[in-house]
């Protein structure tokens, strides 16, 4: 089974440029993760999809990031314009999350890809 | 809110002795508790996972319990190999935001 695909895998662009990250989740997976990740630091969330729907986008910073899952599958992460802070890993995630009002009170698994490397000069 | 907290620094160590990484949280409901293993140039990969109380998660030779009274979830390995050089990450996850806090990470290195 493959896992979670993203790419590009490096990119390095100059400041107040765009640049768009693409990930697709593992298949069958309905939530969708964008975490941020700084050197030396563990991962953060950006963006949590279930289908098409982002049920939290609480910590994406709004003015200068977007993202999307038309169908409900793979996923865009867009920064415009990049900033030097932007240098980071963008990892994508997955999980097959169960339905609402199951009785089994267990966070579901996610799945990591390899990340996207972000360098802004 | 809910964090973790992982021990300071990276680790380095021969191969064959025994590994230890220090794990402890802060959560408010029931957490389930997870450590990834990020090899270098790779993504992050669920090494073990606990998801109540004194349960106890293992893979590859790796432990770690879930120990509520203490509020902490040790990473250990009797005897590592070179292969264990990874970087290690503690993270907690609470049902219902499915939201993980990660530590900071701790570098392992195994020297042959």
């Known amino acids: 089974e493959a896992g979670v695909v993203q790419s590009p895998r490096y990119k390095i662009i100059e400041k107040k440029q765009p640049v768009a990250f693409w990930c697709n989740p593992i298949?069958?997976?309905?939530?969708l993760y964008w975490y941020l990740q700084n050197l030396g630091q563990g991962p953060e969330l950006l963006i949590r999809?279930?289908?098409?729907?982002?049920?939290?986008d609480s910590q994406l910073p709004k003015d200068r990031f977007s993202a999307e899952r038309l169908k409900g599958v793979d996923s865009t992460l867009k920064i415009q314009p990049a900033e030097l802070g932007d240098s980071a890993v963008y990892l994508c995630?997955?999980?097959?999350?169960?339905?609402?009002?199951?009785?089994?009170?267990?966070?579901?698994?996610?799945?990591f890809g390899p990340g996207t490397r972000l360098t802004v000069l | 809110g809910n964090s973790v907290t992982q021990m300071e620094g990276p680790v380095t160590l021969s191969e064959e002795a025994f590994l230890t990484i220090n794990c402890t949280y802060t959560?408010?409901?029931?957490?389930?508790l997870f450590w990834y293993v990020q090899y270098p140039g790779e993504g992050l990969q669920l090494l073990l996972k606990?998801?109540?109380?004194?349960d106890k998660g293992s893979n590859k030779g790796f432990e770690a319990t879930y120990r509520k009274e203490t509020t902490s979830f040790h990473l250990e390995k009797g005897s590592v190999q070179v292969s264990d050089s990874a970087v290690y990450f503690c993270?907690?996850?609470?049902?219902?935001?499915?939201?993980?806090?990660f530590g900071k990470g701790n570098q392992v290195v195994v020297i042959p």
């Open positions: 993270a907690l996850g609470v049902y219902g935001n499915n939201r993980l806090a």
């Open positions: 999809y279930e289908n098409e729907e982002a049920v939290d």
């Open positions: 995630a997955s999980s097959l999350s169960r339905g609402r009002g199951t009785n089994a009170m267990v966070l579901d698994t996610q799945y």
């Open positions: 298949s069958g997976h309905n939530t």
């Open positions: 606990a998801t109540k109380a004194d």
């Open positions: 959560a408010t409901g029931y957490p389930s």
